[in-house]
């Protein structure tokens, strides 16, 4: 089966401006989450869809992040405006059944520079 | 919230002997430890995991151990190969309100390093 898939791969910006990351999950998974992992650590959960609804975005920085999945498949994350602490990747996972056998399933991520 | 410590921060083994990385997790609610293997680049995949009404889990060279009283788990990778090389998180969670759903907190990853 397909995997979740990612876009852009990498993208740099200078800080203030903005960007969004695009994610499709595997087909049938309901559950979709961000990750944010910066340099030397571990993914840090940003925000947690089952199908179109947010269970978790208790650690989105909402003042500059959003996330959206309109259609309860994919998904979009957008920074603005980006500061130098946002230079990360960004992780996209799904999980099937709505993540009840626990096992997520991540893309390729978007590494994001500001500089 | 749930603050996942996880040691060593990096570990070089010689090819054949084994790794072991230790976590310890801080919320008694946590019921659910699995392992992601990330290889350089690549995308974070799980190699193992473990449920709280278990004390320990094999899958041919790899096992995890859970001690649910002390808040510790740990990954114990025998007979390690050059393969093996890669950054291991670990992560604790539990289930979201409503039940659907595992919240996970992962641990800051330990970088392992095989040596041939």
């Known amino acids: 089966e397909a995997g979740v898939a990612q876009s852009p791969r990498y993208k740099i910006i200078e800080k203030r401006q903005s960007v969004a990351f695009w994610c499709n999950p595997i087909?049938?998974?309901?559950?979709l989450y961000w990750y944010q992992q910066i340099l030397g650590q571990g993914p840090k959960l940003l925000i947690q869809f089952q199908n179109n609804g947010v269970v978790d975005d208790s650690q989105l920085p909402k003042d500059r992040f959003s996330a959206e999945r309109l259609k309860g498949v994919d998904s979009t994350l957008k920074i603005q405006p980006a500061k130098l602490e946002d230079s990360a990747v960004y992780l996209c996972?799904?999980?099937?059944?709505?993540?009840?056998?626990?096992?997520?399933?991540f893309g390729e991520g978007s590494r994001l520079t500001v500089l | 919230g749930e603050n996942v410590e996880q040691h060593p921060s990096t570990l070089s083994v010689q090819e054949g002997d084994s790794a072991v990385i230790k976590c310890t997790y801080s919320?008694?609610?946590?019921?659910?430890f699995p392992w992601y293997k990330q290889e350089l680049g690549k995308r974070p995949q799980l190699i193992i995991d473990?449920?709280?009404?278990?004390g320990e889990k094999k899958d041919q060279r790899i096992a995890v151990t859970l001690n649910k009283t002390a808040k510790h788990f740990s990954l114990h990778i025998t007979e390690t190969q050059p393969e093996d090389s890669a950054v291991y998180f670990c992560?604790?969670?539990?289930?979201?309100?409503?039940?659907?759903?595992?919240?996970?907190?992962f641990g800051k990853g330990t970088l392992l390093t095989v040596n041939p």
């Open positions: 473990i449920r709280s009404n278990v």
């Open positions: 087909s049938g998974h309901a559950t």
């Open positions: 992560a604790a969670g539990y289930k979201n309100s409503g039940g659907s759903n595992y919240k996970l907190t």
């Open positions: 919320d008694s609610a946590s019921n659910y």
């Open positions: 996972a799904s999980s099937a059944s709505g993540g009840a056998d626990g096992e997520l399933f």
